[in-house]
């Protein structure tokens, strides 16, 4: 599996459901991208072998916001690491047993972890923000790689940067959100996260190169 490498501090949510479709947007837009993020939508429609496809192109998180029992997690992310993902999204609101397993489980791979704090939807504010604090606690003190925060509230990405420290924070909601690639980058996020701004585009490519460059300038 490939490492995720810090370089347009782009991450590709590659929400789409064929894998015909998912492959010619990865061709185009593999240059400017540091990872892409499989969710369900895609590993459903084209099974788990996308994974390994696509992390021919980038490092491959899988968004599967993994929320079980400590061992249901463990077998999860085993499946997802064996695909080919290089890192694998969980929540932590199943606590610190649940959250330990999918770590000790990506150790064993070389993986990441990140872990869901805040997300990016409106709907987030009614029960996720209030836990935010010990969400954010809870990956720290599991070793998690990173966490997510939502682009959409950078003022939220400022205070998760202050509790989690030097982990990764990746952000989602940029673009058909309404998020702001520059604030979110300013606000402390890694990575951005951006899924139909590119590839509902009819040139991918052009908009993931035009991200870089917002990214860029923000610098």
């Known amino acids: ?100 397993e999918c770590v000790k489980t990506a150790n064993k791979y070389h993986g990441e972890i990140y872990v869901v704090t805040e997300m990016s939807h409106p709907g987030a504010v009614e029960f996720m923000q209030p836990k935010t604090l010990e969400l954010a606690s809870l990956a720290v003190v599991c070793k998690a790689s990173g966490v997510v925060a939502p682009a959409t509230r950078p003022e939220r990405v400022s205070y998760i940067r202050d509790i989690v420290g030097d982990l990764t924070i990746i952000s989602p909601g940029v673009g058909a959100q309404g998020g702001s690639a520059a604030d979110a980058i300013k606000a402390g996020a890694d990575y951005i996260i951006v899924g139909r701004s590119i590839y509902e585009s009819k040139n991918p490519g052009i908009e993931a190169e035009k991200i870089v460059r917002e990214i860029e300038n923000c610098r």
């Open 1 to 100: 599996m490939k490492p995720i490498l810090r370089k347009n501090q782009l991450i590709l949510a590659l929400d789409v459901t064929d894998s015909e479709n998912a492959i010619r947007i990865i061709k185009e837009t593999a240059q400017y991208v540091d990872a892409v993020k499989i969710g369900y939508p895609l590993v459903l429609g084209s099974g788990l072998d996308i994974i390994d496809t696509i992390s021919e192109y980038a490092p491959v998180i899988a968004d599967f916001k993994v929320a079980d029992i400590p061992n249901t997690d463990r077998l999860i992310c085993i499946q997802a690491f064996e695909a080919g993902a290089g890192a694998v999204i969980v929540h932590g609101f199943t606590g610190m047993d649940s959250v330990s």
